[in-house]
């Protein structure tokens, strides 16, 4: 299962899935899911800016096993497609930048989650 992830002409993020752009209009899941690619190339997209280079031929993948059994994803990696004038003194730091991705952060050390109700939150009081 892979998310593509590219930019416009202007910078834009745009991810997508069989071909289809990612939008609101589609599963809260797939939403979910593309936000750690779309993360990831915001940083990318500031590396590459910062140092004056074009997002042309840039783009990332995020490639995911998805477990159908259980409806989860077992493993993720992203994937982040260079030009090959791309200078290699900047690939480990462009990884580094990646890895700050708030969202990738999230699916690395997740967050407890709690399930509530109001009833709860009266019986509480």
Do not use: W
Not at 35 to 62: D, I, K, N, P
Not at 101 to 116: A, E, G
Request: glycine share 4%; aromatic share 8%; net charge neutral.
């Amino acid at each position: 299962m892979d998310i593509d992830i590219k930019f416009d002409i202007n910078g834009k993020i745009i991810a997508s899935y069989g071909g289809k752009e990612i939008t609101m209009d589609d599963s809260p899941y797939m939403i979910f899911l593309a936000t750690a690619g779309m993360c990831s190339a915001v940083y990318v997209r500031a590396f590459m800016t910062q140092r004056g280079m074009s997002l042309e031929e840039v783009s990332l993948t995020q490639k995911m096993k998805y477990n159908r059994m259980t409806n989860m994803i077992e493993e993720m990696e992203i994937l982040v497609n260079l030009p090959e004038a791309f200078p290699t003194k900047y690939n480990k730091a462009i990884k580094a930048t990646v890895d700050q991705c708030p969202v990738k952060q999230h699916f690395v050390k997740p967050p407890l989650v709690t399930v509530t109700t109001n009833i709860d939150i009266a019986v509480q009081a």
